[in-house]
């Protein structure tokens, strides 16, 4: 059994070389990150009881990015001390992500891996799976895996997108079709999944949902923020029960 589609990672490993231009392919995903990390990093910060005034926040916890892509959220967690290992099914995007952090004196460690080939006696403080369960293969499968390799005492962040109306107009027809902001077909409307879905789904995984917020974009001051609408971008905080 495998979690990876291999349609999925052949669409992303041909825009492999886009991850680190901001105005390319990913320019969403660059807009997006500041209130991603924002979001884990108060989370983090609650639950581990750490100091968000130090620069180096994340020292001392192991830190697994699943489907990491180019590296925007593995670098600036190892920025922020974390020990990472960013895992992801397309081999291209491990080369460029493995190019990118050595180019910036970054340790982290690069694996062409999905997380079920990982071995599960390795545990990590923090998994982060950020828009990546809308592109699984066996979600179940998926989800069992993270519990696996999440330490007792861990936290797992997944960001997706909501099945709704709304967000077939705003993440496929807006962002793909008028904005142009993402290649046509990099989403299946059909593969999100509502909150209440995948909260059901991680509680039968056994975790335990701590918190979840939505994430708006605001046209007008082209910035994400915070907020209690998950009719399109959310993400859940989780831990083991």
């Not at 959220?73 to 190892?78: D, G, N, T, V």
Request: overall charge positive; charged content about 25%.
């Amino acid at each position: 059994m495998t979690t990876i589609n291999k349609e999925e990672i052949q669409k992303f490993s041909k825009l492999a070389d886009e991850w680190w231009d901001v105005n390319g392919k990913f320019k969403p995903l660059h807009m997006f990150n500041p209130i991603r990390i924002e979001y884990i990093l108060d989370e983090i910060s609650k639950h581990f009881k750490l100091n968000r005034e130090k620069k180096i926040l994340l020292k001392n916890l192991s830190i697994l990015d699943i489907g990491c892509g180019g590296g925007l959220i593995s670098e600036p967690m190892a920025r922020l001390g974390g020990d990472v290992t960013g895992i992801d099914a397309a081999e291209k995007n491990i080369k460029i992500a493995s190019l990118h952090s050595k180019k910036n004196n970054l340790n982290i460690n690069y694996l062409n891996k999905s997380p079920e080939q990982l071995d599960s006696k390795e545990k990590f403080d923090v998994i982060l799976n950020l828009e990546v369960v809308e592109h699984v293969e066996n979600l179940d499968l998926y989800l069992q895996s993270c519990y696996n390799l999440l330490d007792k005492n861990g936290l797992m962040f997944t960001a997706t997108l909501n099945r709704t109306l709304i967000s077939y107009v705003k993440a496929i027809i807006g962002a793909e079709y008028v904005l142009r902001w993402l290649p046509i077909g990099t989403h299946d409307w059909n593969k999100f999944i509502k909150p209440e879905e995948l909260e059901e789904k991680l509680s039968t995984k056994n975790f335990v949902t701590k918190n979840i917020k939505g994430l708006e974009f605001n046209p007008f001051f082209k910035k994400w923020k915070k907020s209690d609408n998950f009719s399109v971008n959310y993400i859940v905080c989780s831990s083991k029960i």
